[in-house]
């Protein structure tokens, strides 16, 4: 159980694309999303706490508007990353969490999103 | 601040037995959680303590003391597939995860 499909796996595009990221939990109803991005032998930066049904909280230094959260259902959350740049290539991973903050529920991650910007 | 402290890198010998430590000071303390990270690849959820003790599962046991704001991840019989980073992340009191750097482990024949 806990299963965390995250699409694509891997992306490679032009400077100034958009690209869109879909996590999404399979098993289970994930009442928080989160997004995180991941630099080569470097911890886990978390970017943004989303719950569905309303806006993404983000970290301090995470721009709003060039990673647009969308946390429509139950089990689906979307990244987009707009107007990508090299500098975002990165390893971006999204993780799901079942019942409510205080339930001490495990994030239970998807499997990454290797993202290289030429 | 909040703190979680765990070494960098760790090697062992194929079979023998690691502990894994990691420190945390945060703003209160709703459970520490273990993870596996294979290079290049997401977490994997190990084990979870908000009490004190050791909880085993298998072949990894993960004990805490809340006192001491210390915990560790001991692995048995280690085999070569057990080569991995080793993330400890504490849940504050906002339930917000605070992740550790992770500690790289080596595993050698």
């Known amino acids: 159980g806990a299963v965390v499909s995250q699409h694509p796996s891997w992306v490679i595009c032009k400077s100034g694309t958009s690209v869109k990221i879909e996590c999404r939990s399979l098993?289970?109803?994930?009442?928080?999303m989160f997004w995180y991005r991941q630099f080569p032998k470097q911890s886990l930066m978390l970017m943004a706490t989303s719950n569905e049904g309303s806006k993404a909280t983000y970290e301090q230094g995470v721009e709003k508007d060039k990673f647009l959260i969308n946390h429509a259902s139950l089990t689906l959350s979307t990244l987009t990353v707009t107007s990508a740049h090299p500098e975002d290539s990165s390893f971006y991973i999204c993780?799901?969490?079942?019942?409510?903050?205080?339930?001490?529920?495990?994030?239970?991650f998807g499997d990454g999103t290797r993202l290289s910007i030429l | 601040g909040q703190n979680i402290d765990q070494p960098t890198e760790m090697t062992a010998t194929e079979g023998a037995i690691v502990q894994i430590n990691c420190t945390y000071q945060?703003?209160?303390?709703?459970?520490l959680f273990w993870y596996q990270q294979h290079a290049g690849e997401a977490p994997t959820f190990l084990s979870y303590n908000v009490l004190d003790g050791l909880e085993e599962k298998g072949r990894f046991s993960s004990f805490l003391s809340r006192s001491k704001g210390y915990s560790y991840l001991l692995l048995k019989e280690l085999q070569m597939k057990d080569s991995a980073s080793y993330l400890c992340?504490?849940?504050?009191?906002?339930?917000?995860?605070?992740w550790g750097a992770g500690t790289k482990l080596i595993i050698k024949p």
């Open positions: 992340a504490v849940m504050d009191s906002n339930y917000q995860l605070i």
């Open positions: 993780s799901a969490r079942a019942g409510f903050a205080g339930d001490h529920q495990p994030q239970h």
């Open positions: 098993d289970f109803q994930a009442t928080t």
């Open positions: 945060t703003s209160g303390f709703n459970g």
